[in-house]
Antibody, heavy 122, light 111 residues
């Protein structure tokens, strides 16, 4: 069973870079069919897809955040990370790491981390 | 504004059925059979209820079912129970550029 756990600062100052790490257990981050993803949810609002990375290093980001987002993988630690630069109060949200499981005929979010609240404030 | 359109709220009495719609376009819901539904109770992590439009994960009651017609997907919950009261989100693959999009969420109230 895949388990995910987010870690990182809960408070980030405006204009700085938000950095989060997701530690994966139960499966190798290099496994085929798994795409490692970040999703966020502002308080009282809906879910927003941020982006994802495959074990090859191939990434996809939501167009509205593409200029500020970087997702990377550390296979030696079985972790993947999110960096979001130039943050504002609008980036305050619960950030979830998640894993997509995709084959040629099936694709869905199989597992979620517990989520971590990141507040952007001075 | 979310990429997929869901009603903000629906309600039903115990034992009744409710259907939550998820309207998209031919670039997402209508173009792929990768629509999934997630249930989220307050303060909790989303839980997968339906994937690949109609498939139900192990452990999810068969009261939950999914379907799709054209650019609109639907989640139907039959035999409503109090514990079904939650927010429900649809999600669809939207191609290699946008990748994945969510609906704005629907609050289900069990009266």
């Amino acid at each position: 069973q895949v388990q995910l756990q987010e870690s990182g600062p809960g408070l980030v100052k405006p204009s700085q870079t938000l950095s989060l790490t997701c530690t994966v257990s139960g499966v190798s981050i290099s496994s085929d069919s798994y795409y490692w993803s970040w999703i966020r949810q502002p308080a009282g609002k809906g879910l927003e897809w941020i982006g994802r990375i495959y074990n090859s290093g191939s990434t996809n980001y939501i167009p509205s955040l593409k200029s500020r987002v970087t997702i990377s993988v550390d296979t030696s630690k079985n972790q993947f990370s999110l960096k979001l630069s130039s943050v504002t109060a609008a980036d305050t949200a619960v950030y979830y790491c998640a894993t997509l499981y995709c084959t040629r005929t099936s694709c869905y979010i199989r597992s979620w981390g517990q989520g971590t609240l990141v507040t952007v404030s001075s | 504004q979310s990429a997929l359109t869901q009603p903000r709220s629906v309600s039903g009495s115990p034992g009744q059925s409710v259907t939550i719609s998820c309207a998209g376009t031919s670039s997402d819901v209508g173009g792929y059979n990768f629509v999934s539904w997630y249930q989220q109770h307050p303060g909790k992590v989303p839980k997968l209820m339906i994937y690949d439009v109609t498939k139900r994960p192990s452990g999810v009651p068969d009261r939950f079912s999914g379907s799709k017609s054209g650019n609109t997907a639907s989640l139907t919950i039959s035999g409503l129970q109090a514990e079904d009261e939650a927010d429900y989100y649809c999600c669809s693959y939207a191609g290699s550029n946008t990748n994945w999009v969510f609906g704005g969420g629907t609050k289900l109230t069990v009266l």
